[in-house]
């Protein structure tokens, strides 16, 4: 089970943090997001064990992923943001095997709820 919170309205420029704590130990975690009438995209994932990160090229350099491993949670530090990270975030957990591209939304098992980013 993954849960999801830190979503929220700022303005073009601003900085949001996202949290996701899962219920348990996970391999990689990642997150995702979706505008209406836009598929689902990968923006960042991290592999728990050695903490690894990996972002989409639009938000390296804005956006940082981080982990806690004592709560099995990561944040994704969102700054500069523009209208065109205005999404439902996801939070996804995905096992060892059988592996694949982080950025492939079938290679991940578990799901968050999501959290709505709005960016005027």
């Known amino acids: 089970q993954l849960v999801e919170s830190g979503g929220g309205s700022v303005q073009a420029g601003g900085s949001l943090r996202l949290s996701c704590a899962a219920s348990?130990?996970?391999?990689?975690m990642g997150w995702f997001r979706q505008a209406p009438g836009k598929e689902r995209e990968a923006v960042a994932a991290?592999?728990?064990?050695?903490?690894?990160?990996y972002y989409h090229d639009s938000v390296k350099g804005r956006f940082t992923l981080s982990q806690d491993k004592d709560k099995d949670t990561i944040y994704l530090q969102m700054n500069s943001l523009t209208p065109e990270d205005a999404a439902m975030y996801y939070c996804?957990?995905?096992?060892?095997?059988?592996?694949?591209?982080?950025?492939?939304?079938?290679?991940?098992?578990?799901w968050g709820q999501g959290t709505q980013v709005t960016v005027s």
């Open positions: 996804a957990a995905r096992p060892r095997w059988p592996g694949g591209d982080w950025r492939l939304p079938s290679t991940y098992n578990t």
């Open positions: 991290l592999f728990t064990g050695d903490g690894s990160t």
């Open positions: 348990g130990y996970t391999y990689s």
